[in-house]
């Protein structure tokens, strides 16, 4: 006969508890990001502009299409279009990503803000429990989420 170790008894028993905490944290990561990204959009309700550059805010943010059974699969982010001016027309040239992601080498969830230029190259700025690290992430490593 084969027993069951403390750990799935108490996931067993607490299974209802860990759904709601799942419900809670994805309800509440997605309304931060759709709060900063909804004060960016009241300080400047227009595409910030440059002569040569302009960033373009998207209307809502991304998030998973459906719950996949990994929490570290959520995510909740603005994907804004980096564009410079050629000639007389803007042309995106990259993108800015912000929000909240999992991060599989602190094995956490951060704040992050990504740069992604034309070539999929990214650049991370990452703000883990208050700390901020940079750090660039080979061009072979990029995927997009």
Do not use: H
């Amino acid at each position: 006969m084969s027993t069951l170790s403390e750990v799935s008894v108490l996931i067993g028993q607490r299974a209802g508890d860990l759904e709601k905490a799942r419900e809670i944290f994805t309800t509440e990561s997605r309304a931060f990001v759709t709060g900063i990204l909804g004060s960016i959009r009241r300080l400047r309700s227009e595409p910030w502009m440059t002569p040569r550059v302009r960033i373009d805010l998207p209307k809502d943010i991304d998030t998973e299409t459906r719950s996949n059974g990994n929490l570290s699969g959520q995510f909740a982010v603005a994907r804004c279009d980096l564009r410079f001016k050629r000639g007389t027309n803007y042309q995106v040239i990259g993108e800015i990503r912000l929000g909240i992601e999992y991060d599989d080498p602190t094995d956490s969830f951060t704040w992050q803000i990504t740069g992604i230029n034309g070539r999929r190259r990214r650049e991370r700025i990452c703000l883990p429990n208050r700390l901020i690290v940079i750090r660039r992430i080979p061009s072979d490593s990029c995927s997009d989420k």
